[in-house]
């Protein structure tokens, strides 16, 4: 069972947006800062999406946001297009130099 | 252009060790902590072990505390994880990742293409 909980799945049609969420508790995703959001096709290595909760790495599209309330993490994918079809996951650090990912979402694109 | 290369997995029994490997290069090595990252087959991501840049600070999951032991080597820009006691359930692909800043837990930026680590008998 993973320490972070996500929905199994999530889907959308192109040009849609769609929500993942990324629920943990205040000794994780509410108490720190620390929230990263990972994009990864079947076969190939994880990409960071977002970190520090809402900030985007170089060459990330703009369309992938990401935002926090209370224990809960958020991932929005708007504009969606077929190469976001891809499995997400979400991490948290957790306090006691411990971090945690959540179990991840299969995003589909309809 | 960062580059983050594994190496050293294989076949190995129940109880036996292994040494993964781990050459980057495209930054500068002694800022960045560097960390692993597993992913068993089917399943979703667990952090494993960090090292801070400077080597001075290691951290472990509690799943692989006092089994596993993670290392650098600076002049060779090159991080080491050594797997002993292995079990059945660390089958997994191990990736080296590269965290984007201090702290190290803000969020990992380039990531190898892992090794894959099969436990079995």
């Known amino acids: 069972q993973s320490a972070l909980t996500q929905p199994p799945s999530a889907s959308g049609s192109p040009g849609q947006s769609v929500t993942i969420s990324c629920t943990g508790t205040s000794s994780d995703v509410g108490g720190y800062n620390s929230v990263s959001w990972y994009q990864q096709h079947p076969g190939k290595a994880p990409k960071l999406m977002i970190y520090?909760?809402?900030k985007r790495p170089s060459g990330v599209p703009d369309r992938f946001s990401g935002s926090k309330s209370g224990n809960t993490a958020s991932l929005t994918v708007s504009g969606l297009q077929a190469e976001d079809e891809a499995d997400y996951y979400c991490?948290?650090?957790?306090?006691?130099?411990?971090?945690?990912f959540g179990g991840g979402t299969k995003l589909t694109v309809l | 252009e960062v580059q983050v290369l594994e190496s050293g997995g294989g076949l190995v029994q129940p109880g036996g060790s292994l040494r993964l490997s781990c050459a980057a290069s495209?930054?500068?090595?002694?800022?960045?902590?560097m960390n692993w990252v597993r992913q068993a087959p089917g399943r979703g991501l667990e952090w494993v072990s960090l090292i801070s840049g400077d080597a001075s600070t290691t951290y472990y999951a509690e799943s692989v505390k006092g089994r596993f032991t993670i290392s650098r080597d600076s002049s060779q820009n090159t991080v080491y994880l050594q797997m002993d006691s292995l079990r059945a359930e660390d089958t997994a692909v191990y990736y080296c990742?590269?965290?984007?800043?201090?702290?190290?837990?803000?969020?990992?930026?380039?990531w190898g293409q892992g090794t894959l680590v099969t436990v079995s008998s």
């Open positions: 991490s948290s650090y957790a306090g006691s130099n411990n971090l945690v």
């Open positions: 520090e909760v809402t």
């Open positions: 990742v590269k965290a984007i800043m201090v702290p190290w837990h803000k969020g990992f930026d380039y």
């Open positions: 495209g930054f500068t090595y002694r800022s960045y902590s």
